[in-house]
């Protein structure tokens, strides 16, 4: 076999593993990503600003400018046909003095830009391995990390496991998840209009969860449709004439005529949360640490800070100790991530729970809480700045993940 060893190691090739090898790589760090390629992805990741700025500064987001929809505003629309409703309610970027919260791009194109970006580093001479198989198996020595993957065995001082919900390296760090179910599941698809959306991505509050349509280019927008689940599945059994007329329904035709141009997809709602998100030389990204439901474009966005969070700890690390998989890294950057992952998790939980509930006075403070967001200025602003921080770039105490300068030009 092949031995080789690392200061880092990252599991797992989706975006946010991807970000994670991109980022050590930059930083210097001799870094190895172990992960297959990717599948085909049909779904659509809304990058908040914050997102999109560390991407720019790793040299990732060039690539994926010109494909980007920019979502100039959000609109909320209360439609759950209940007597107490909060009123509309649209936030503008503009008011902030930004382009945009964010932009939605399509994951294969996303993928693809990440993929290139690495490839790129690697022809650059960058400290960056790609090996494209899986971690067969991992297993934590006294200092480091042990991967066997095909031909190879790795070691490394840190192992970033990105390896998705059903994660092997948090299994091998030995970290165990607390959780819960939802009755609830994702509809999601892509589908041509006959109207504009003017950058604005829409979000329905129903009985049943929010029904969001997210601008995906010139009258084209992607779908997240939170339904009961035997509702989502029925839709995805629906013909496509058919399920583009139960769509256009949904959203009161504001977008006129619809086709459905994707695959579409149910994905079953669950929160699953690590008991923490680094232990014996392993630290956890993405999905292997967090999965929350699709509410709030929360989703990659977190994991991106997972990243930055992590770099900024083993940064650190190299100023102290020198020992980027020890104690105090992991300690550091648990601490950084729960203080994110937590209130939020929390935040999207009372969200989706408020719009199931039929309890009056939870519906009261709902509505309560828009309408002052709607009409009261200051208000307004600090909730855009605060409840949608992502979107602004506003987490004031959040690390970049390249502590020298921008990697590529806007």
Same mark, same amino acid.
């Given at each position: 076999?092949?031995?080789?060893?690392?200061?880092?190691?990252?599991?797992?090739?989706?975006?946010?593993?991807?970000?994670?090898?991109?980022?050590? +790589? &930059?930083?210097?760090?001799?870094?190895?990503?172990?992960?297959?390629?990717?599948?085909?992805?049909?779904?659509?990741?809304?990058?908040?600003?914050?997102? &999109?700025?560390?991407?720019?500064?790793?040299?990732?987001?060039?690539?994926?400018?010109?494909?980007?929809?920019?979502?100039?505003?959000?609109?909320?629309?209360?439609?759950? !046909? *209940?007597?107490?409703?909060?009123?509309?309610?649209?936030?503008?970027?503009?008011?902030?003095?930004?382009?945009?919260?964010?932009?939605?791009?399509?994951?294969?194109?996303?993928?693809?830009?990440?993929?290139?970006?690495?490839?790129?580093?690697?022809?650059?001479?960058?400290?960056?391995?790609?090996?494209?198989?899986?971690?067969?198996?991992?297993?934590?020595?006294?200092? =480091?990390?042990?991967?066997?993957?095909?031909?190879?065995?790795?070691?490394?001082?840190?192992?970033?496991?990105?390896?998705?919900? *059903? #994660?092997?390296?948090?299994?091998?760090?030995?970290?165990?998840?607390?959780?819960?179910?939802?009755?609830?599941?994702?509809?999601?698809?892509?589908?041509?209009?006959?109207?504009?959306?003017?950058?604005?991505?829409?979000?329905?509050?129903?009985?049943?969860?929010?029904?969001?349509? &997210?601008?995906?280019?010139?009258?084209?927008? =992607?779908?997240?449709?939170?339904?009961?689940?035997?509702?989502?599945?029925?839709?995805?059994?629906?013909?496509?004439?058919?399920?583009?007329?139960?769509?256009? @329904?949904?959203?009161? #035709?504001?977008?006129?005529?619809?086709?459905?141009?994707?695959?579409?997809?149910?994905?079953?709602?669950?929160?699953?949360?690590?008991? !923490?998100?680094?232990?014996?030389?392993?630290?956890?990204?993405?999905?292997? +640490?967090?999965?929350?439901?699709?509410?709030?474009?929360?989703?990659?966005?977190?994991?991106?800070?997972?990243?930055?969070?992590?770099? +900024?700890?083993?940064?650190?690390?190299?100023?102290?100790?020198?020992?980027?998989?020890?104690?105090?890294?992991?300690?550091?950057?648990?601490?950084?991530?729960?203080?994110?992952?937590?209130?939020?998790? &929390?935040?999207?939980?009372?969200?989706?729970?408020?719009?199931?509930?039929?309890?009056?006075?939870?519906?009261?403070?709902?509505?309560?809480?828009?309408?002052?967001?709607?009409?009261?200025?200051?208000? @307004?602003?600090?909730?855009?700045?605060?409840?949608?921080?992502?979107?602004?770039?506003?987490?004031?105490?959040?690390?970049?993940?390249?502590?020298? +300068?921008?990697?590529?030009?806007?």
């Amino acid at each position: 076999m092949n031995a080789q060893d690392f200061e880092i190691a990252v599991v797992g090739g989706g975006p946010a593993g991807m970000i994670a090898a991109i980022a050590f +790589a &930059v930083e210097g760090r001799s870094t190895v990503l172990v992960a297959p390629p990717l599948s085909t992805d049909a779904r659509t990741t809304a990058l908040m600003r914050s997102s &999109v700025e560390e991407l720019n500064r790793l040299g990732a987001w060039a690539a994926l400018r010109d494909d980007a929809a920019p979502l100039a505003a959000m609109r909320l629309i209360d439609d759950t !046909r *209940r007597l107490i409703r909060a009123p509309e309610t649209t936030f503008y970027a503009s008011e902030l003095g930004f382009e945009a919260f964010g932009w939605n791009v399509e994951n294969d194109r996303l993928n693809a830009a990440l993929s290139a970006r690495l490839d790129a580093l690697v022809s650059e001479g960058a400290p960056l391995v790609r090996i494209a198989a899986p971690a067969e198996s991992i297993s934590v020595e006294e200092r =480091s990390v042990r991967i066997e993957a095909g031909a190879d065995v790795l070691r490394a001082t840190l192992c970033v496991g990105a390896d998705g919900l *059903r #994660s092997p390296a948090r299994e091998a760090a030995g970290i165990e998840c607390v959780g819960w179910d939802y009755q609830q599941a994702a509809f999601v698809t892509s589908l041509s209009h006959e109207l504009p959306h003017g950058d604005s991505s829409t979000e329905f509050h129903t009985t049943t969860g929010p029904f969001t349509l &997210v601008p995906l280019g010139p009258r084209r927008s =992607s779908l997240v449709w939170v339904e009961r689940r035997p509702r989502a599945e029925a839709l995805a059994a629906l013909d496509e004439d058919a399920l583009a007329l139960e769509i256009e @329904r949904q959203a009161r #035709s504001f977008l006129g005529k619809m086709r459905v141009v994707a695959p579409r997809a149910v994905l079953p709602l669950s929160t699953q949360i690590a008991r !923490r998100f680094g232990a014996n030389r392993i630290a956890l990204v993405g999905e292997a +640490a967090h999965r929350i439901p699709p509410i709030g474009a929360q989703g990659l966005n977190l994991g991106v800070r997972d990243v930055a969070d992590l770099v +900024a700890a083993t940064r650190r690390a190299s100023l102290e100790s020198g020992d980027v998989g020890g104690p105090a890294v992991l300690t550091a950057y648990d601490r950084a991530r729960r203080a994110d992952v937590g209130p939020r998790t &929390v935040g999207v939980d009372l969200l989706n729970r408020s719009l199931l509930t039929g309890f009056l006075p939870v519906q009261i403070a709902r509505s309560l809480g828009l309408l002052v967001a709607a009409e009261v200025p200051p208000l @307004r602003r600090l909730l855009m700045l605060g409840g949608l921080g992502e979107a602004v770039g506003a987490r004031g105490r959040a690390p970049r993940i390249t502590a020298g +300068a921008d990697a590529g030009g806007w």
